[in-house]
Structures are given as C-alpha cells and as structure tokens.
C-alpha cells in the first residue's frame, strides 16, 4: 500500500513523501486494513523499528486535521516522551480545517496542577503518571481527547508502572466512552486479552525491516535459531569482547546487556581496551569532542571522567545512576554512530530507540531480592533482543545469548531463542499500589458510592483478567483505612473525600506518605530542623528505594542518628527487635544526610565519595525530595502550621538547586545555579542590589559567566547596558575563544 492511497489530508501525505517514505510495511497496512483511521481500537504487537510510530502518527492526524479531535500519547519514560515529542513535531508546519497550525505540547513533571496551557495544543505527549496526575485534576480539556496512544503497553506487566498506565485507560474510556484507543508494544504474549479489555482489534506479526538472527554463543561459536552456526574469531577469552570486535569488523555497532550496573561500567571498561585499537584517526578526534562535551557538562566527577575515556575509545556505559545531559549525550552519539559499543543495563530494552547491529546478552540472570539470582522472563529477553538491527543500516541484526558449557546453551536456545513470551498480568491487586487510586476515585469525583467504586474497578484489565469480585474485599479495606484516617467521609449513601483526602490525591502522593506527613506535623520533634523535615520525607514510602547502607556504613549512621534523636519525627525501630527495621531507618537516616549535604553546597564528587551514591540516583532522591517537600508545604498550610511553613517553602528551593540559604536570592535568576551562584556570592555579590550596582565587565569577567550570562543577569535585575558596551565586551569575549582554539 502506498502513502499516497491513504485516506488522510494531502498535506500530511506530502509530508511524508518528501522524507522518502512513499510505502507501507506490511505491518502498517495490516493496522489500516483493520481500520484505525476509522476509529477502529486497535493492539499493534509488532518489533521494534517496524513502523508503529508511523501508525500513531497518521492515527493522530486524521483526529486532528479531519475532525478537530485531541490527542493524548502516553509515554513509560520522560526520555521516551521527549523522543515522541520530536518525532510528532515535523508536523507543525500544517494548518487545520480552522487555518490555525498544527500544535504539539510536551508534559512529563509537576504532579500538583491540572497544566491548563495544554487546552491549547492539538497533541499532547506525556508520561503515564502525569496522566494520571491530570486526570485526578480533572483537567477539563481531558473531556476532548478523542485518540489515545499508549505506547509499551506491555509494561501492563511491570508491578510499578503497570498499574498506573492501566487505571489511566480505564479512567480515559470512563470520561470518554467513545475515545480511540490505539496501544503498541513490540512483544505480547496474550494480546487477545489486552484487546478484549479495551474492546480492539488486535494484529501480531514478526515481520522486521531487519531481519532478525537469534543464536547462544558457546566459546567461538555462535548456534542460531534456524540451525545455521558460524565461527567467530577469537581474539580474547572474554566472548563478549569477540562479538563486539567481529561486529566493528563489519562496520557494525554493539550493544552489550549487563545484569547491574557494576557490570555494565566492567564491561564497557574491558572492552573499550580493545576497540580504541580499531577506530580511525578522523573518528578519535570526533570522540575526543564528544569526551569533552560529557566532562563540559555538569560537575566535573571521577564517573564522568571515567566516561569520557571510555568514549574516547569508541566506548559507553549507560544506566540510571548516570546523570540525565550525560545519558542524552551518549544516547545522541550512539545514534550518530560515534559510540561504537554501548553497554547498559535492561531498563534501555524499554527505552529511547537505540538499535545496533548486534545485540549481546550478557547475563540472562537479575538479583531479585528475596530470591538471589533469578533468570530474567522471556518477555525481556525479546525486548532485548529487538534492538538488533538498524533500519537504513544493516540487513541483518544479530541477538546473542553467552553460554559457557553445552548444557547452558542447549538451555538458552529452548527458555528463550523458541520460548514464546509470558502472558502479561495485571499488577493492581496490591495494596500499597491500588490505595491512592481508591482515593482518587472518590476525590476526584469518579465514583461517589462504594457501588460506583466497585463498577469503576470492574472496567479494569484486573477485573478482565480475573473479576472484580477478587478485588473487592481489598477495596473494602482500602476504604475502611481511608475513612479512619479521616481522608474520606461517609453521608448517608455517598462517599465524598475529605479536604486533607482531596489534597493528598491532588498531591499525587501514597496516603499513606499524607498519613505519615500529617502525623509528623501535630507531633513535632524537641528541635525542628532542616534535617527534621530531610528525615520525615525520607522515611515516606514515596521516596521510593532509600539508600542501602553498607555494613562498613552501620555504625557511622548509628552514630548520626543518635546526634539528629532530637530533631527526628520519628523513633527509630529497636535494632535487636527488629533488625531489618533498623536497618532499613539507617537507611532513611543516609538519604537525609545525603539531600543535607546537597543543600550544604557539597560537590558531586565528594558526595559520591561519602555516601557512593551516583549523580542519577541523587537526582532522583532531589526529585522526589523536591516533589515530597511542596506536598509537606502544602498540607502544613491545610492544617496551619505556621512553625513549619517557612521552612519547608525554603527547602523546596534549596534541594532543587542545592544550595545555602544564603544563595536563594541569586539563584532564583535564570542562568544561575548553584556552581556560579557561589562565585557570584563569594566575589562580593551577594544580594540583587549588589548586582544591579555591579558593572558588566566585571561580571563578564568572573569564572562560568561570560558576557551574554552578564547581559542577561543584569536585565533581570534592572541593570541597564549600553549596546556599544555589549557589542565591544561580546568581540572581545569571541576574539578571546578565537585565540584560544586556535593555540
């Protein structure tokens, strides 16, 4: 089927046409044939870089460009959510049936607003959770979304993003009964099921615009799935390090899966020895700028050191403790095809779009706590594996499995190579994930009888998969709690939620993280403190994982703790009645000290030396510190408390930029973080009104500054400039770089 045969407006086809895509993949034509630009439901299972963007896209326009519709596109990830946001802009150069221009709006953060700007964008692309944070808002632009596009929608598996991705397509159609629904995924076991839920028709295929060879490699040979084998050479005992070498032979890039981080880091290590041998002189010095661009960006670190070696060798690693710029840039370069050999752990298998020729398994073991070493699921082997090949690249993609004796490799061909996927199952039935969304069912106006309750839960996949009959008692208890803890109300038949029960919802917060906030205010410690409130967020469980403490840190923590006794909300647990309890505070007790010494202008590298923490898991613990402070701020105003309110609205900003008191009225200009806030501060500026007296030149001339930073720092603070004084300062600064680069 051509572009051009398709029933959707010319201009979008033209589009289409001068990018060079003039034909559909069979996938695609199988998805039109089955009628989504009909408003047909459709669930697209079909492997990665076959063409479900494209379905999506055309999908969105015929809603917007055909019926003035609005489209929401749901995102597991913020990284994916902005890479959806760019591909769905090429389409803004065209007008609607009113004239006006085709509008893309992006919103993945900020959990506490209904974000009433999005009213005027066409498309809008967002994360699960700030769907769900929209929706409790009751966003009233939500009403007029007539496409929904849920993407990953095998993650309905994933116990801690599979519940909220499902209660927001149950709360979508509820709103919307007559909302298109188009869901994609590359892998599904029982796709039958996840259509039946949300009444669509549903199409697998296995067809690849790259063809697809899954094999084991035992020692230097690789066994594939359709009985062909070949030898690999064998330069190193290490296997990995064979295929990667064989595959840049070829022209190829690699991309290694590890099982943790350590080994990801390991294994990139060991392998950029080898690869820094192969590349060309034209392409180290392409990797020399991108080393720069990673040490250029952000606090200088020994991790990100480490990287720009690793990339200076054609190498990375990639995982979640990297910081966010730092992942970007990596991701980027391995796109452009700089980086040869990326390793990463799996959360990459379900994010951003990073193929490479060969795709090489690692480990096919994870750590589950609990259980020690456990084999990974057939499900995330195939999304591993689906990142072999590169459309426009290669012809062929190669997905292997490293096993070291004959009977492994017998085991890896039959559990994965053969094996078909795992049924996905709905996660819901957990307490401490279904809670909020209890609440937010009745606080946001979803149901307002247990009955309605009941009936809304019964429109989920749980209740499809099994019945809402072997949830209810759950719900019931859920209710019972809500109601005790005074969150939700009870008047004659209705069930209305309470004003501490509404914020709590709107705050997109556990109630039991209100309960513990809440508790923590009317019982305050002898000596409240920053770390009062650093420790009382902590120890809510929507901080998520606090920091392990190691045995080596015990005691030093034993001892912090029994310094900041006073200043604590809460009482630590017994160590000897309940040991993992205690530990697990010694763990609440580092994450405090850790966002403390953040605010106490502690560099990174220093941190990750006291604490080994890495800059992404800091972020994190800033995010959410962020995120658990404003909702402490705002419940401390619901309930008056005055004592706290100052500070809690001051160590919102502090944790944000990480930074003294003292540096708040500088930081809050833009530009200005907590690196140049502290030069700015300790050359003697340290107020606006020192500032507005400040002279440009000498702020040009302060480290991190520069001229177009002074510029823009004095038009914030009232200063005023001269044109003849900026353009002279602005040659002088660029005749500056000029003579450094050129010596």
């Not at 769905?88 to 509008?103: A, E, I, N, P, Q």
């Not at 094996?419 to 009745?442: D, F, M, N, Q, Y």
């Not at 001892?559 to 809460?570: I, M, Q, V």
């Amino acid at each position: 089927m051509k572009i051009a045969e398709l029933p959707v407006p010319e201009q979008a086809k033209e589009i289409l046409v001068n990018m060079g895509i003039t034909d559909l993949f069979p996938p695609q034509e199988d998805t039109i044939r089955a009628g989504v630009l009909e408003n047909q439901n459709i669930v697209l299972a079909s492997p990665t870089a076959s063409g479900k963007t494209l379905i999506a896209e055309l999908c969105s326009l015929k809603h917007v460009l055909e019926k003035n519709g609005k489209v929401i596109y749901l995102a597991p990830l913020r990284a994916l959510a902005s890479e959806k946001f760019e591909e769905f802009h090429k389409y803004t150069s065209l007008r609607k049936m009113d004239g006006r221009k085709v509008s893309v709006g992006i919103s993945t953060g900020d959990f506490d607003t209904a974000d009433n700007w999005l009213e005027r964008y066409d498309i809008i692309v967002t994360t699960n959770e700030k769907a769900d944070s929209l929706l409790r808002h009751r966003a009233k632009w939500m009403d007029n979304i007539s496409l929904v596009i849920a993407d990953e929608v095998h993650l309905l598996n994933d116990a801690s993003r599979g519940p909220t991705l499902e209660i927001v397509l149950a709360r979508l159609l509820q709103v919307n009964p007559d909302i298109q629904v188009l869901a994609l995924s590359a892998t599904i076991g029982n796709v039958d099921e996840i259509a039946g839920w949300l009444n669509a028709k549903f199409i697998v295929t296995d067809w690849r615009p790259v063809s697809l060879k899954e094999g084991v490699v035992l020692h230097d040979e690789i066994q594939y799935r359709d009985g062909d084998a070949r030898k690999i050479e064998k330069k190193n005992s290490n296997p990995t390090v064979n295929l990667v070498l064989n595959t840049l032979k070829g022209g190829g890039q690699a991309l290694v899966f590890a099982s943790t981080r350590k080994n990801a880091v390991a294994a990139a290590k060991t392998i950029a020895v080898q690869t820094a041998e192969v590349l060309s002189k034209p392409l180290k010095r392409t990797l020399e700028h991108e080393a720069e661009k990673i040490l250029a960006t952000g606090e200088r670190t020994q991790i990100s050191e480490t990287l720009a070696g690793l990339v200076r060798c054609g190498a990375a690693f990639h995982h979640a403790g990297l910081a966010g710029p730092h992942r970007k840039l990596i991701e980027d370069s391995f796109k452009e095809g700089k980086i040869k050999v990326l390793t990463s752990t799996p959360t990459l298998a379900f994010g951003v779009n990073l193929p490479a020729r060969t795709v090489v398994i690692q480990d096919y073991r994870r750590f589950e706590p609990g259980y020690g070493n456990y084999p990974i699921s057939v499900l995330e082997y195939k999304q591993m594996a689906g990142r072999a090949g590169r459309p426009k690249y290669d012809k062929v993609g190669e997905s292997i499995l490293i096993a070291k004796t004959r009977d492994e490799a017998d085991y890896l061909m039959e559990g994965y190579i053969l094996a078909k996927p795992e049924r996905i199952w709905s996660r819901l039935a957990v307490e401490k994930i279904i809670r909020g969304h209890v609440l937010a069912t009745v606080a946001s106006d979803f149901a307002h009888s247990e009955q309605g309750i009941y009936e809304f839960f019964g429109k989920t996949f749980y209740a499809y998969q099994y019945d809402v009959k072997a949830i209810k008692s759950l719900i019931g208890k859920i209710l019972n709690y809500l109601y005790e803890e005074k969150m939700i109300e009870v008047v004659g038949d209705n069930i209305c939620a309470t004003k501490f029960g509404k914020r709590v919802s709107e705050l997109y917060i556990d109630p039991l993280s209100g309960v513990v906030i809440r508790d923590a205010l009317e019982n305050k410690p002898a000596a409240l403190t920053e770390f009062s409130l650093l420790h009382l967020i902590a120890h809510t469980p929507d901080m998520g994982p606090v920091m392990r403490p190691y045995a080596r840190e015990c005691d030093p923590l034993a001892l912090a703790l029994e310094d900041h006794k006073n200043e604590l909300f809460t009482e630590a647990p017994d160590q000897f009645a309940d040991h993992f309890a205690y530990e697990e505070f010694l763990g609440e007790i580092k994450t405090a000290l850790v966002m403390n010494s953040w605010i106490d202008e502690v560099t990174e590298e220093r941190l990750i030396q006291m604490f080994n923490v890495q800059p992404g898991d800091l972020y994190r613990i800033i995010e959410n510190a962020k995120w658990l402070l404003h909702a402490t701020d705002e419940l401390a105003s619901l309930f008056g408390e005055k004592k706290v309110l100052p500070l809690t609205s001051e160590l919102v900003e502090r944790v944000g930029k990480g930074i003294k008191k003292e540096l708040l009225p500088i930081v809050r200009l833009e530009g200005v973080g907590r690196i140049r806030g502290r030069i700015m501060f300790n050359a003697g500026y340290q107020s606006i009104n020192d500032l507005k007296a400040a002279s440009i030149e000498d702020l040009t001339n302060l480290p991190l500054v520069g001229p177009r930073l002074a510029k823009k720092i004095k038009e914030q603070v009232g200063g005023y400039v001269k044109k003849d004084m900026w353009e002279r300062i602005d040659k002088e600064q660029e005749f500056k770089q000029r003579a450094l680069f050129e010596f």
